[in-house]
C-alpha cells in the first residue's frame, strides 16, 4: 500500500515529499506520491501549475485520501461500507480526528478490527423463534453489532485515543 514513500505520518509530511519532488522536477514520482495517498491526480496538475500551494490542500484532504487508499484494499461492503462512509465524513467535519486518521500506525483495518473486537464481548444469543422465522434449524445463533451510535464512539476511540473499547 505505502511500498514507494512509505505511510506520511501529517499532511505536512505529505506536503513536504511533494514540494521535494515538485523542486526536482519529478513529476512521474509526484504522481505515484498522490495515488499512493489517495490524493486525486487532478491535485497534481493544479500543484504543478501553480494554480494550489500543495498537493494536498489540507488535513481532510489527506485523511480522507488515506482512507480511501485503505478501502480500496479492505474493499468494504454493507455496514462496514456505511462505517467506513462516516470516518470519511468526519475528516471534513473534525480537523483533530482528521489528523488522528493520517498518524502512522493507524489503519482502517485497526479500526474495523476495534469495531469487530467490541462485537464479539457483546454478542448474545437470538431467540429460538428468531432463529426459526430465519430458516435456521437446530442452531444457537449469536450475534453482537454495535447501533451506530456505539461504532461512531468505537471509531473516535480509536483514532483519537480517547478510551479503550467497552462493551
Known sequence: MYEIFGEMDSAEELNTAANGLKNEGDKENLYKLAEENGIDSG???MYLDGTIENLCCDVATAARGKIEVE???LKPVELIADWVEYMKSLC???EEFARAVRRKGKSLKGCIGSLLGWSFKAR???EK???KAAGINN???E???PGMGT???LIKEYYLGTGGSKK
Open 71 to 73: 478501502s480500496a484494499e
Open 151 to 153: 461504532a461512531k464512539k
Open 139 to 141: 442452531a444457537s445463533v
Open 124 to 126: 448474545y444469543k437470538i
Open 143 to 145: 450475534m453482537g453489532i
Open 92 to 94: 471534513y467535519d473534525n
Open 129 to 131: 423463534d428468531i432463529i
Open 43 to 45: 491535485f497534481v496538475g
